[in-house]
């Protein structure tokens, strides 16, 4: 059976050491000391490895089941379901006006690692709630906020995000969904949704669907789409149910991974649901959300790197096979550990170097986005909005990978279920695609963000870094191993923006053939940027005396590697861009 470890220590590190946190100006940061961070991950960490974790295989073999049009969750997750709620785990960044604890963003972001690194399936249901209420406390009414959120934050209710339909995912202004006026000020929604993720559970006494819909008459294709909020009981004025409302769960998905979450077909029948903000601004209210929910699906592709590198560890220091060529590590036994072995040092290293590295870049995410909003912070907005979509599809790619690359670490024990390796590639997978496919990502990357600002805001990012590399440069320790090679990493996706202003101007398909290559080369340079800067943060923390040596050189090594044996692929990654589209496009469609 795996096993998992919260690496509260790791995580204190980033928050501490790299970010320096409490000594942000960002509001609420004041209080994120260490004592004060490591009590609440402490907490955390209890009930992610003792209550979600040791569902996650029951999750994985159970599934859910749809009975009499109700879903029952796996044994297990209704009781987890209520521990959390009692933590006050649902609502930790909430508003205290709606019952939650004010806490940063940041801080929710850590706790979530914890609960999705242990159950992802489980923590999907935490999540979409989360992103269902944090849309409402932007874009509701007074009403719609005082009736929906305190009862999301408290666990009482779930929340659901309906956009997908049969025809279409990626291409939303196809959707048929409609929503007519009615005389009460509601509207009667009636249309398919497909694929939503805890659609219909048990877990609690009712369910806040946000659902995206045409009004009749307004504009065509993504301009004409509005958000309504459809609860499946009615709400009383007093805040009672009342009666059932007209959507129903017409089928459960079978799927490759995270078992435990219903993947649902949603049926709207003329139900009674009320706009979210303004008719035909639906996109818009979407979008306000869309860098806190793929931040949080950045961290699941991490997340699941994160606990199959821990058992792929656990089992590369007990396996013996085979002797260290350079002399005998274990003349007791009957052969080495694996570990021993260059090429399974190497597949480790790579795990433990792509999920550290993704921790740091997805906590420096959560920062920028607490200061767009608690400071309103221009530029961390628009820093934000760059990097998402390299978060989202490059840490999920990672991730997969990484699961994958633990997998191999225990050879045949890998496939097996016993060892429960194949559950995190499995459960991995759905993050490349959900939230927007990591393709649509990189269109979203190089069509959106790239030009936004003029260009201002990639400019700021190539700042940064030129920044720290000059402000460090007679930092010996640095040097080679760090400041070189990130200066050439950041020199060769400087030249592949170059190529996209020039030659995407003369053809498109010259820039959006080179799109997913883009995404990978600048998340190659964000998370050098970030071994850089922790390679920095525990040479200080060793000069200013700490005790854990072996801790704080471990993260130097590690990061050295990085820079040594992934940072170079952004080399490739370029080549591949300054092919242009020739080499994509030429070949006829009906060849193929
Ligand atoms: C387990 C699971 C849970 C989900 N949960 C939810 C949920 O809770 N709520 C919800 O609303 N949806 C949910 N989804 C739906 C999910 O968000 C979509 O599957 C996803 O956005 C992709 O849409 P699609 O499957 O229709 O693919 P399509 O849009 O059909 O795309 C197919 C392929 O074509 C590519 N493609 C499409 N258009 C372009 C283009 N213009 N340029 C280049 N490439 C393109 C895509 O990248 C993709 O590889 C879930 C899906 C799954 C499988």
Known sequence: MPTYTPPVKDIQFVLHDLLKVSESKTPGYDELDRDFTNAVLEEAGKIAANVLQPLNTVGDEQGCKLENGVVRTPEGFQDAWKQMAEGGWMGLDASPDYGGQGMPHLLNTATGELFSTANMAFQMYVGLSHGAASALAV???????????????????????????????????????????????????????????????????????????????????IKGISLFVVPKFLVNEDGSLGDRNAVTCGGLEEKMGIHGNATCVMNYDGAKGWLVGTEHKGMRAMFTMMNEARLSVALQGYTQ???????????????????DVTGVKNPDGPADPIIVHPDVRRNLLDQKSL?????ALVYWGATLIDASHRANDEDAEAMISLLIPVMK??????????????????????FTREWGLEQFVRDARIAMIYEGTNGIQSLDLIGRKLPQNGGKTMMAFFELVKGFIKENEGNEALKTGFLDPLKAASKDLQAAAMYFMQEGMKNPNNALSGSYDFMHLFGHVALGFMWAQMAKAAQDALDAGASDTDFYQSKIETGRYYMARQLPMTGTHLARIQSGAEPVMTLDAANF
Not at 169 to 177: A, F, P, V
Not at 305 to 323: I, K, M, S, T
Not at 398 to 414: C, D, I, P, R
Request: charged fraction near 20%; charge should be negative; hydrophobic fraction near 30%.
């Open 393 to 414: 599809g490059f840490l999920t790619d990672k991730g997969f990978e990484t699961t994958v690359l633990a997998q191999q670490t225990l050879g045949g024990s890998g």
């Open 305 to 323: 790197g994160e606990v199959a590198y821990q058992n792929a560890l656990g089992f590369a220091r007990d396996r013996l096979q085979g002797r």
């Open 139 to 221: 874009h509701g009414s007074d009403q719609q906020k005082e009736t929906y959120l305190p009862k999301i934050y408290s666990g009482e209710w779930t929340g659901t995000m309906n956009l997908t339909e049969p025809h279409c995912g990626t291409d939303l202004g196809l959707i048929r969904t409609k929503a007519e006026p009615q005389d009460d000020g509601s509207y009667a929604i009636t249309g398919q949704k497909i694929w939503i993720s805890g659609g219909e559970n048990d877990l609690a006494d009712n369910i806040v669907h946000l659902v995206l819909a045409k009004i009749p008459g307004g504009p065509d294709g």
């Open 355 to 359: 999920v550290e590295g993704g921790r």
